[in-house]
């Protein structure tokens, strides 16, 4: 990161301010190899450059920033080719604030001496934590004729993009207006904050999605999603999906003959993504009707939700929902006249929450719920142990396909592209502190290994504790390590993992992200005080900058890393989407008595179904028991292979 948003851009700054002195430099001292192979677009732009620096001084403001317009874009032309976005690059002219100095903020910010560049002398940088990098791009290019070091270019474009990013971030609340930031009422998230509608894309329509009117291609208006013609696109990437996902393909043929999920009425909570929209499809494919919110406000695709709003499911979610928006989609979901929910399919407990908040007699007609986070099933197993839970619930968190496959394969792999999409880091030789060594604390630490990183673990079970020793990480306590590491991944479910303790002392540039579900797990809301300014750096990253100049980067706000700021492998979501297809299944279909209320394990049998669902995949073939074999080991040839009571070969 720091490579990315610091020392990219502030080299960039210094070849193209530091232009006119560079040419003087060439014509006085043309032996000089290195100044020879500069390329011809730095000169260029350093040669634009140079000529507001004279000329500015006598013009108007507005005049002066007309002209420094003008140059900004000749600069503009040494930036990275589309696609790799530079955080750095300054702001145009003609929202540009003048950089600050002695007695400046938001007021001076707007003063009529916008235009003006300041002296070199009162833009030397007072933050010294960025002298290691005066040199990386070639630090002579800095020195003047006279051999004076003159740094002003580089600190205008740094000054002005803080002031901008200040403003721009103490402007959220009042342009979502309704959309405010506000404390959730569920467990998971009573002691966070959300900033949301700051992470839509600033292309984007900022009307919010509730205050538009729109309607599919049938004349529906039952939906709330971005922009209801992205469908076409949303379209696409679900068949993209399909193709991966190949269980929930093929019991959607197998079982849309019989209709196994006829009259169910299912009211869903989840990330809504191209895999989740293959598995509200098939279950519309096996009889069921669907209503759907999402469990994440950072995690919808606009273009999958509008998809399946064109295809006639009644969706109510958009990336960047704040969290007013957040419970106003719930409840269109589930408070609808004429349509009552008779089953739950929730991730995180937020759906289950609500329900029992504002609406306990709808669990009168609801037969089960199936969760598949661990927040979630603590949540029920809460529930039950109070005697409050109402109906059964399955727990397909803790079904071993699930937790094998989701939790480990799953994050083993998207912790990787998450920190790559947001961050651009290099990994290699970086320490890491994973907190917690369950299935997602496993994947996290050996892709991390993998990518020869230096990687510590926390843990409070003293068996995944051992399993962390024995496969090579070193076991500790966040307090030892939390000066020197450079990245921070919260992976437990569980309440203040990271404090603002922690947070003060970490070193500058940490990252800090969180790999579990629950955003409670990083004390983000410890971080809105007055003293510590918030920069925006590009979507879903943040910069919190300390007095003494000392930042950290924030991630998601501390929500799901993987599903906020990148994507998951659609194979793995396959087993897992298949898994609660036939959670729902059977507790819809299931005999009056065989469950009570009470939370429950995905029998052995219906696992192993998943999973040679996906077998054929790898062409792979299984042994079959012989009638000796199997009467040996006390099994049913056909299986279940395992007990009820077994999870996995090792501890979560």
């Not at 993987?562 to 897992?576: G, Y």
């Amino acid at each position: 990161m720091e490579g990315r948003s610091g020392g990219m851009g502030e080299g960039r700054g210094r070849e193209a301010g530091g232009g006119a002195d560079q040419e003087q430099e060439q014509e006085s001292e043309p032996a000089v190899a290195a100044e020879a192979v500069m390329s011809v677009q730095v000169v260029s732009a350093a040669t634009a450059a140079k000529v507001p620096e004279v000329e500015l001084k006598d013009l108007s403001p507005s005049e002066a920033e007309l002209q420094l317009g003008l140059n900004t874009a000749a600069v503009g032309a040494m930036g990275p080719p589309a696609g790799g976005g530079d955080p750095e690059a300054p702001a145009p002219a003609a929202e540009r604030p003048p950089a600050p100095g002695p007695g400046s903020g938001p007021a001076a910010a707007l003063s009529p001496a916008a235009g003006k560049v300041p002296q070199a002398s009162a833009m030397k940088r007072s933050d010294p934590h960025h002298h290691h990098q005066r040199h990386r791009d070639g630090g002579e290019a800095l020195v003047s004729h006279d051999g004076t070091v003159t740094e002003a270019p580089r600190t205008v474009k740094k000054q002005i993009q803080f002031a901008d990013q200040k403003q721009e971030f103490n402007k959220r609340p009042t342009k979502i207006g309704r959309r405010s930031l506000s404390r959730s009422i569920s467990q998971s998230s009573t002691d966070s904050y959300s900033s949301a509608a700051s992470y839509t894309d600033s292309s984007d329509d900022e009307t919010s999605p509730r205050d538009k009117q729109q309607k599919n291609s049938k004349g529906s208006s039952d939906f709330c999603v971005k922009n209801i013609k992205q469908a076409e696109f949303g379209r696409r990437e679900i068949e993209i999906a399909e193709q991966e996902m190949p269980a929930l393909m093929a019991l959607r043929k197998r079982a849309q003959g019989e209709k196994p999920l006829a009259g169910a009425k299912i009211v869903g909570c989840t990330h809504i993504t191209a895999q989740t929209a293959v598995l509200m499809e098939t279950l519309g494919a096996l009889g069921a009707q669907c209503r759907w919110a999402a469990c994440n406000i950072y995690s919808t695709l606009n273009e999958v939700a509008a998809a399946l709003a064109e295809s006639g499911f009644p969706v109510f979610a958009w990336k960047g929902e704040s969290e007013d928006d957040f419970w106003w989609c719930i409840d269109r979901c589930v408070n609808v006249e004429g349509w009552q929910p008779n089953m739950i399919l929730d991730d995180g407990g937020d759906l289950t929450h609500w329900i029992y908040k504002k609406y306990p007699n709808m669990f009168k007609k609801i037969k089960g719920i199936v969760e598949e986070s661990v927040t979630g099933v603590h949540r029920l197993y809460q529930l039950s142990k109070a005697g409050k839970l109402c109906v059964p619930a399955m727990n397909v968190n803790d079904s071993v396909t699930k937790q094998k496959f989701d939790n480990l394969y799953c994050c083993r792999e998207s912790i990787l592209d998450g920190l790559k999409r947001t961050t651009d880091m290099m990994f290699g030789g970086k320490q890491v502190v994973v907190c917690g060594y369950g299935e997602v604390g496993k994947g996290c630490c050996a892709a991390l290994k993998a990518m020869g990183s230096i990687v510590y673990v926390t843990e409070i079970d003293p068996i995944c504790a051992l399993q962390a020793c024995m496969d090579g990480f070193r076991l500790v306590k966040l307090n030892e390590v939390i000066r020197q590491v450079d990245i921070v991944i919260t992976c437990t479910g569980n309440k203040n993992v990271v404090t603002r303790e922690h947070l003060d002392r970490m070193k500058n540039s940490c990252i800090v992200c969180n790999m579990g579900h629950s955003n409670t797990e990083i004390d983000v809301a410890s971080l809105r005080t007055p003293e510590l300014t918030w920069e925006r750096v590009r979507s879903q990253v943040d910069h919190v900058i300390w007095p003494d100049g000392k930042r950290i980067v924030l991630l998601a706000e501390g929500r799901l890393l993987n599903l906020s700021c990148s994507t998951v492998p659609t194979f793995v979501l396959s087993i897992t989407a298949t898994t609660q297809a036939l959670a729902l299944i059977e507790l819809y279909n299931a005999p009056e008595g065989r469950y009570k209320q009470d939370v429950y394990l995905l029998p052995k049998k219906m696992d192993e179904y998943v999973a040679s669902l996906h077998l054929p995949t790898f062409d792979a073939h299984l042994t079959e028991l012989t009638d000796e074999q199997a009467k040996y080991l006390g099994l049913n040839k056909n299986g279940p292979f395992k007990p009820n009571y077994y999870r996995k070969a090792i501890a979560a």
